[in-house]
């Protein structure tokens, strides 16, 4: 059963800082990777996808990588503002069960102080 | 706009008044799923259906129910509501494909009393 975790649960960084957050996933066997963005209220917002062949993609201060051998991927963000704050989900499509759903992980916290 | 609309926002009601969740997307989208999120336990799909008629179950399905007569709506239908569905649910929606990201609408905050 596929499994996905995020380290750290919450972060707490001063605005300007780069900063990373991981997501490891138990069974390389999948078609993408997806990153999300959660804000209070406002549901869940698709940051990146990174299908299986790829390595990286990047969209502005935001790439996200993709290892799939070692079940890793990272989102790191540049230069972060108060506004990057929210929670970010990390979301795999397993091959095993089709690729009716995805399969998150329980988010990590962001807070960017000014 | 391309979006996932979800109807109501929030909600509080009473064990066993049933209810339905409407969702709606505009992006001639096929497949429409349900989620629900838990604290600790991350989002994890009830429902989903890959066209018009075609609905099956995902990993939590009990006591939820979903029809799927038109392609823009997936409705989400609990019949006999209880605390343990106390939970805020999500509708996604995409192309049919494994390749396809998936859009979600803004969630439904449901407490059953």
């Known amino acids: 059963k596929q499994e996905v975790t995020q380290i750290p649960a919450a972060l707490s960084v001063p605005e300007g800082e780069n900063l990373v957050l991981n997501c490891s996933f138990t069974d390389s066997a999948i078609y993408n990777l997806q990153w999300f963005r959660q804000d209070p209220g406002k549901g869940l917002t698709s940051l990146l996808l990174?299908?299986?062949?790829?390595r990286e993609q990047t969209s502005g201060r935001l790439n996200a990588s993709l290892d799939k051998s070692s079940g890793r991927s990272t989102l790191y963000i540049a230069a972060s503002q108060p506004g990057d704050s929210a929670t970010y989900l990390c979301a795999v499509r397993p091959r095993n069960t089709g690729f009716q759903k995805l399969v998150f992980g329980t988010g990590t916290r962001l807070l960017v102080s000014p | 706009e391309a979006q996932v609309t979800q109807n109501p926002r929030y909600l509080i009601t009473v064990t066993g008044k049933k209810l339905t969740v409407t969702c709606s997307q505009n992006?001639?989208?096929?497949?429409m799923s349900w989620y629900r999120q838990d604290p600790g336990l991350g989002l994890r799909q009830i429902y989903y259906s890959m066209n018009v008629e075609v609905t099956d179950k995902g990993d939590v399905p009990e006591g939820y129910k979903v029809s799927r007569k038109e392609k823009r709506n997936f409705p989400l239908i609990l019949e006999s509501p209880s605390p343990n569905q106390t939970s805020l649910y999500f509708c996604a929606s995409g192309r049919t494909g494994a390749s396809y990201e998936q859009y979600f609408g803004p969630g439904t905050r449901l407490t059953v009393t």
């Open positions: 992006m001639n989208h096929e497949y």
């Open positions: 990174i299908q299986s062949s790829q």
